[in-house]
């Protein structure tokens, strides 16, 4: 398609705006914002879209302000063989007119303008392409995919395509169509083939269902069918079992007659049994009456017999009895006399032993009566004893102390060698001849033998304090001999001795007062003597005097033992003798007992003598032995005679087996019942089969389910029929799809060379670019740089959309297809020297494809050597 | 000497699953309308009564409608008197049609069901021994078992066979206890014991044997493509000394089939006349059986010589398409596609697809139909 001009009247703010295109080549038009540019391909887009009757929003909003006028665009234009001028005016005296300039002249106008115009550009306008090759003002800039079918067809020719004509377009587009008939975009089947399905399925479940209730009904007459054979073979074996069971019926009565036959004769006997056996009883009865009778005369008499010889073994047991206890008496006095005289000896030799212990105590209470004096007078002594070994030692140190301090002290020693009187210090001495007179010097002594001389003896250094040491070691002394009450060491020591003394006897004296007291005190041990010595007088006094005294514990100690002695062998002969004296009056109470028993037995056996003898009578009184004997005779024949006559019976009676005729006849009977329960079952059960299959039958199930096949079958042919035109336009469109996708890969280089000879012009001649599928660049190398699009700068992305659609125009346009390319003030991100390049780009392509530029930029599109520049010029 | 009509199989209710909804009416109707044109026979030829041997109805379950249907037929005719004969779809089982309730309330005069074997009275003189089938299964010969217990009749009477089921001598299931053994039947004949046997089960008109006294009927109206002469009943002409059986055509309806090579324009073509020249299109149910190999543009003729078609017959049954036609493009078709580029090699491998065989092949062949219309192929 080309433009050669487009006219606008009314159109937003212009009133009246021709512009005439350069249709080989590119055409600029300059203009200031608002001038209108951008109404030029809006009033082209509406002029093809809408009817000049539309009252759209699109048409409402370029109606001009402020003026009650129509919008009018006219465009002369050539699209494919067609060249036409079209007008149309909307909403004020709205019209549409056409004239056809070629091939043939055609005028046309309103609605029938308007579709002729569609056709035309239906016919010869890639709609798509249109939309593809324009870079609008304000839309966003993207690099547009040029899926579109004429450069489809002319990359085919570009590529070596044979003849790639509109045709495959359409046979593409069929295809597509005829595919979505059957197949969702995903894949799935279309609803229409599942409601099919569906149908299909719930047809088949139908059938079925009908072909079940069919089977179930066919099972019944079979069951019918077998029933009625059954109830034949019932009522025959119900027959049979109530003939059996008749006849087993009478047999069983005879039987029964038989047995009652047997339980009388069964009575009779027992009643022959029962009378003998009373007779029997009372013959036994009777004889052994006679025998019992005779039993206890034999007893009475074996009794008596052993009573007369047990009497002398009695008398001889009591007279031994009497013996031995006489002898026994004897031993138990002279028994009890030696005890006697045993107690007085031990009484005697306690009696001594007493005396003895008497004694012994008196000392023992004298001893510590003693000792208590002694320690009494120890415990006195040692009160004031003050000096013990202690104070001794200590005295001794003290003593020792003086002796070494004096040591220590000068001194002076004076020895007269004859009387003499001096004065020392002042005090009178007097010596004796060879006495000596020792002073000590502390400081300084004067001797003063009067008229003689008068010594002064100093003491050296130090002399001082050894005479200080001398008096406090004397003072010590001296209170400790103070303490002590003695005058000096040899006191004290005589002291401590005589304390060591009195201390020894204080302990001897608490020694005894221990050993003779014991656990008792001094009066109980004294009360004890006095007691004991009462004992003693008192016993003197009462002691018989039959036998003398002996004279010591000794002699009476010896007198109890001897007659300790004596009264043990006399106890022991006593013991003997009790156990022979016990022995003899056993045999006696035994032989008593034995005659006592005897003489029981002999009366009892007696009594019941008298009792059979009376018994015997009696019984024979009422009746005699002789009858008994008969009458037993009499029922014994009749026993025998009803016996035989039971036993005849009974054997008839087994002979008839009524055991086995009682089976016989229940099962007969059980087995009639069972078969008229079977057959009654049977025809129980023929009754609801009847009833279910006259219902059954009524429905005319056989004629629905053919008639639902018949529906099955002609939905599954359909189904059949529509899967079979979904998998052919599944196939169809499958491999269309694969050769076409192949047929693209070849596509892609014809298109991608002209992109890449418009870019090496823009860019350099490392330049190249990737193209997908849908003929959309993708990436860019520049270079040696590849990026994606999107991460190329605005002006880069710019320049490329422009190329690209510059490359596709130049493609489709040589045989006068295609549509022109329409630049709606684009490059508004390009630098001057990109700018310059552009220029020569679109250049390059103006010389394949009409382009038309838009610009409110006067100077932008300068670098374009070949255009035509048209300047619009402003409202103002 | 005795005349009556001689048909059976029926079938009443019999759902033709072929056939579509409106052509299944007429062929149902159709075989309602023979009972019409069996009494118009009975009348017209002066006949004693008609004996129907079996299978009366399809089913002892069949659509109520059906029956009462038939019923009322009948007593539209109240001069002829029908025997009907329990058969194998219709056994005189504890379910059967004729002890239906239906049935028996409406059940005109004229109609006697032969529900065992006890001589019937047809006419003075005539006697009819039946041979109904109980179940569907009988374990003997039923006709040889009816006729055992029979004294040859005298001179006065003629006795009348009817019974259902296949004869032994033309039924390949050899082993099957219920056939009728024609040798015992011929036999029981020739003692004089019954004079013909009107048998029914066998839906092509057929005379059974060397006596010229057995017969099969066939079906009033053709039921299936196997039979080879339905649409027939007979009237029977009958003495001690002679019998005399004429076949009348009463069916209106029709099956055809025929197996068709296909190759050519040409074969196409004397197929089209074939379908062409066939009388009685909308009650002939036509079957045909294609093979060969044709091209894409023919397959497209043939497809619409069969579109044309469909609806005139009553049905069209075209089988093996798939399998054994094949449908390949000929340089012919290539040039009629028109098509060049990625267009042309999808039609290339298109091609070979349908020609490898097998499932993938039928659909290949489908596509290029396809594609063969889109194309504008078959403008």
């Known amino acids: 398609m080309r433009f050669h001009r487009v006219r606008l009247w009314n159109y937003r703010g212009v009133d009246n705006c021709e512009v005439a295109f350069f249709t080989e080549g590119v055409t600029v038009i300059e203009g200031p914002n608002e001038v209108g540019k951008t109404s030029i391909p809006e009033g082209i887009d509406l002029l093809f879209d809408l009817m000049d009757s539309?009252?759209?929003?699109?048409?409402?909003?370029?109606?001009?302000?402020?003026?009650?006028?129509?919008?009018?665009?006219?465009?002369?234009?050539?699209?494919?063989?067609?060249?036409?001028?079209?007008?149309?005016?909307?909403?004020?005296?709205?019209?549409?007119?056409?004239?056809?300039?070629?091939?043939?002249?055609?005028?046309?106008?309103?609605?029938?303008?308007?579709?002729?115009?569609?056709?035309?550009?239906?016919?010869?306008?890639?709609?798509?392409?249109?939309?593809?090759?324009?870079?609008?003002?304000?839309?966003?800039?993207?690099?547009?995919?040029?899926?579109?079918?004429?450069?489809?067809?002319?990359?085919?020719?570009?590529?070596?395509?044979?003849?790639?004509?509109?045709?495959?377009?359409?046979?593409?587009?069929?295809?597509?169509?005829?595919?979505?008939?059957?197949w969702t975009l995903t894949g799935r089947p279309k609803g229409k083939r599942t409601a099919q399905q569906q149908a299909v399925e719930q047809a088949r479940m139908r059938v079925s269902e009908l072909a079940q209730q069919l089977d179930r009904m066919e099972d019944d007459v079979s069951e019918m069918n077998r029933l009625a054979v059954e109830a034949q073979q019932l009522e025959t074996t119900q027959d049979r079992c109530e003939r059996r069971e008749r006849e087993l019926s009478g047999q069983w009565e005879s039987v029964q007659r038989l047995n009652q036959k047997v339980d009388r004769l069964s009575a009779d006997h027992s009643t022959a049994l029962e009378k003998q056996s009373r007779l029997t009883a009372e013959w036994k009865s009777r004889r052994d009456a006679a025998r019992t009778v005779e039993e206890r005369q034999g007893q009475l008499a074996a009794l008596e017999s052993e009573a007369r010889q047990a009497a002398p073994i009695l008398a001889a047991a009591t007279e031994r009895a009497a013996a031995v206890e006489a002898g026994l008496d004897k031993a138990r006095t002279a028994l009890r006399i030696a005890e006697s005289e045993q107690r007085r000896a031990d009484d005697d030799r306690d009696h001594h032993r007493r005396c003895i212990e008497v004694q012994q105590l008196t000392e023992r209470y004298n001893r510590v009566v003693e000792a208590e004096k002694t320690l009494e007078e120890a415990e006195n002594r040692l009160a004031f004893a003050k000096v013990d070994e202690e104070l001794v030692v200590k005295i001794e140190q003290a003593h020792l102390a003086v002796v070494r301090a004096e040591a220590a002290v000068a001194s002076v020693e004076t020895t007269a060698k004859r009387e003499l009187s001096m004065r020392v210090d002042g005090e009178d001495v007097i010596l004796g001849e060879g006495e000596t007179q020792h002073t000590t010097v502390e400081d300084e002594v004067v001797l003063t033998i009067p008229d003689v001389a008068q010594l002064r003896v100093r003491a050296g250094t130090g002399s001082k304090s050894l005479a200080v040491e001398r008096r406090k070691a004397r003072d010590d002394l001296r209170r400790l001999c103070d303490t002590a009450a003695v005058a000096d060491l040899t006191e004290a020591r005589a002291a401590a001795e005589q304390r060591k003394e009195v201390q020894r006897a204080r302990d001897e004296a608490l020694e005894t007062i221990e050993r003779d007291l014991r656990d008792l005190t001094v009066d109980v041990l004294r009360s004890k003597a006095e007691g004991l010595s009462r004992r003693i007088t008192s016993y003197e006094a009462e002691r018989p005097q039959?036998?003398?005294?002996?004279?010591?514990?000794?002699?009476?100690?010896?007198?109890?033992?001897?007659?300790?002695?004596?009264?043990?062998?006399?106890?022991?002969?006593?013991?003997?003798?009790?156990?022979?004296?016990?022995?003899?009056?056993?045999?006696?109470?035994?032989?008593?007992?034995?005659?006592?028993?005897?003489?029981?037995?002999?009366?009892?056996?007696?009594?019941?003598?008298?009792?059979?003898?009376?018994?015997?009578?009696?019984?024979?009184?009422?009746?005699?032995?002789?009858?008994?004997?008969?009458?037993?005779?009499?029922?014994?024949?009749?026993?025998?005679?009803?016996?035989?006559?039971?036993?005849?019976?009974?054997?008839?009676?087994?002979?008839?087996?009524?055991?086995?005729?009682?089976?016989?006849?229940?099962?007969?009977?059980?087995?009639?019942?069972?078969?008229?329960?079977?057959?009654?079952?049977?025809?129980?059960?023929?009754?609801?089969?009847?009833?279910?299959?006259?219902?059954?039958?009524?429905?005319?199930?056989?004629?629905?389910?053919?008639?639902?096949?018949?529906?099955?079958?002609?939905?599954?042919?359909?189904?059949?029929?529509?899967?079979?035109?979904?998998?052919?336009?599944?196939?169809?469109?499958?491999?269309?799809?694969?050769?076409?996708?192949?047929?693209?890969?070849?596509?892609?280089?014809?298109?991608?060379?002209?992109?890449?000879?418009?870019?090496?012009?823009?860019f350099n001649a490392s330049f190249t670019v990737d193209i997908d599928d849908d003929l959309r660049v993708m990436r860019r190398t520049l270079d040696g740089d590849t990026l994606r699009v999107d991460q190329l700068s605005t002006g880069a992305q710019e320049q490329l959309g422009v190329i690209s659609r510059l490359a596709c125009a130049a493609i489709v346009s040589p045989d006068g297809g295609g549509a022109p390319v329409i630049i709606d003030d684009a490059l508004g991100w390009s630098d001057p020297s990109r700018l310059e390049r552009m220029g020569a780009a679109i250049a390059a392509a103006g010389g394949q494809c009409q382009t038309i530029i838009l610009t409110c930029t006067p100077g932008r599109y300068a670098h374009i050597g070949k255009a035509t520049t048209i300047r619009l010029p402003s409202r103002a | 000497m005795v005349k009556f009509v001689h048909t059976a199989d029926w079938q009443l209710g019999k759902a033709a699953r072929y056939l579509n909804g409106e052509a299944r009416t007429r062929f149902s109707a159709a075989r309602l309308d023979v009972i019409d044109s069996i009494a118009e026979l009975v009348v017209g030829e002066g006949c004693d009564f008609a004996v129907v041997c079996g299978d009366v109805f399809e089913s002892n379950h069949i659509d109520r409608q059906v029956l009462v249907r038939a019923l009322e037929k009948m007593r539209t005719a109240p001069q002829v008197a029908f025997y009907l004969l329990p058969g194998n779809h219709d056994p005189l089982d504890a379910s059967s049609v004729f002890r239906s309730r239906t049935f028996v309330d409406n059940r005109p005069d004229n109609v006697t069901v032969l529900d065992g074997s006890t001589p019937v009275q047809a006419a003075p003189g005539v006697e009819l021994i039946a041979a109904p089938w109980f179940d569907k299964s009988p374990l003997t010969d039923l006709v040889d078992a009816a006729c055992r217990k029979l004294e040859p009749a005298s001179t006065r009477v003629l006795r009348i066979l009817i019974g259902h089921g296949a004869v032994d001598a033309i039924h390949p299931e050899a082993n099957d206890p219920a056939l009728i053994s024609l040798e015992r039947l011929e036999s029981i004949i020739g003692s004089g014991v019954i004079h013909y046997a009107a048998l029914g089960d066998r839906h092509s008109t057929t005379d059974v044997g060397s006596t010229g006294r057995v017969w099969y009927s066939g079906a009033p109206e053709p039921t299936a493509h196997v039979e080879t002469d339905p649409g027939n009943v007979l009237i029977v002409d009958v003495d001690w000394n002679h019998v005399h059986v004429d076949r009348r055509r009463v069916g209106t309806w029709r099956f055809e089939r025929k197996a068709w090579e296909l190759s050519s324009s040409v074969d196409i073509a004397v197929l089209g006349d074939w379908l062409t020249a066939l009388e009685d299109k909308d009650r002939t149910i036509v079957r045909l059986e294609l093979s060969g190999q044709l091209s894409v543009a023919w397959k497209a003729r043939l497809d619409g010589l069969f579109a044309h078609n469909v609806d005139l017959f009553a049905a069209l049954d075209v089988r093996g398409e798939s399998s054994s036609l094949v449908v390949i493009p000929d340089d012919a078709d290539l040039n009629d596609f028109g098509l060049t580029g990625f267009a042309q090699q999808a039609l290339s491998d298109l091609s070979g697809l349908a020609g490898s065989g097998g499932d993938r092949a039928a659909v290949a062949q489908d596509a290029l139909a396809l594609l063969y219309r889109f194309a504008g192929g078959n403008k």
């Open chain 1, 54 to 182: 539309s009252k759209s929003r699109r048409v409402r909003s370029v109606k001009p302000v402020g003026r009650d006028e129509g919008p009018e665009v006219e465009v002369e234009v050539s699209s494919g063989r067609y060249r036409f001028l079209y007008r149309k005016r909307w909403l004020r005296r709205s019209m549409t007119t056409l004239k056809i300039i070629s091939p043939q002249h055609e005028q046309l106008s309103g609605r029938a303008a308007h579709e002729r115009v569609k056709e035309i550009l239906a016919e010869t306008l890639d709609s798509a392409l249109w939309k593809a090759l324009r870079v609008e003002q304000g839309t966003e800039l993207v690099i547009p995919k040029f899926d579109v079918p004429s450069l489809g067809r002319a990359l085919d020719r570009a590529a070596g395509g044979a003849s790639s004509t509109e045709q495959h377009d359409d046979l593409w587009s069929l295809i597509c169509d005829e595919r979505e008939r059957h």
């Open chain 1, 546 to 762: 039959d036998s003398p005294l002996p004279p010591d514990f000794e002699a009476a100690k010896r007198i109890a033992a001897d007659n300790n002695r004596v009264v043990g062998d006399l106890q022991a002969e006593f013991k003997s003798l009790e156990r022979v004296a016990e022995s003899a009056a056993d045999v006696l109470d035994g032989e008593r007992i034995n005659e006592s028993n005897l003489s029981g037995r002999i009366k009892i056996a007696q009594d019941a003598k008298t009792q059979a003898v009376n018994f015997l009578e009696a019984a024979r009184k009422q009746r005699s032995d002789d009858e008994i004997t008969t009458d037993l005779a009499t029922a014994e024949r009749h026993v025998e005679t009803t016996g035989e006559s039971l036993e005849k019976a009974e054997k008839n009676l087994r002979a008839a087996d009524p055991e086995s005729l009682a089976s016989r006849l229940s099962n007969a009977r059980e087995a009639a019942q069972r078969t008229h329960e079977d057959l009654q079952s049977n025809r129980d059960r023929g009754n609801v089969l009847r009833g279910r299959l006259a219902v059954e039958s009524e429905k005319g199930l056989h004629t629905r389910r053919d008639e639902e096949a018949s529906r099955l079958r002609h939905l599954e042919r359909e189904h059949q029929r529509s899967e079979a035109k979904a998998q052919a336009a599944a196939l169809l469109y499958n491999i269309f799809a694969r050769c076409r996708q192949k047929a693209r890969l070849h596509y892609v280089v014809p298109f991608k060379r002209k992109i890449e000879q418009f870019g090496r012009i823009v």
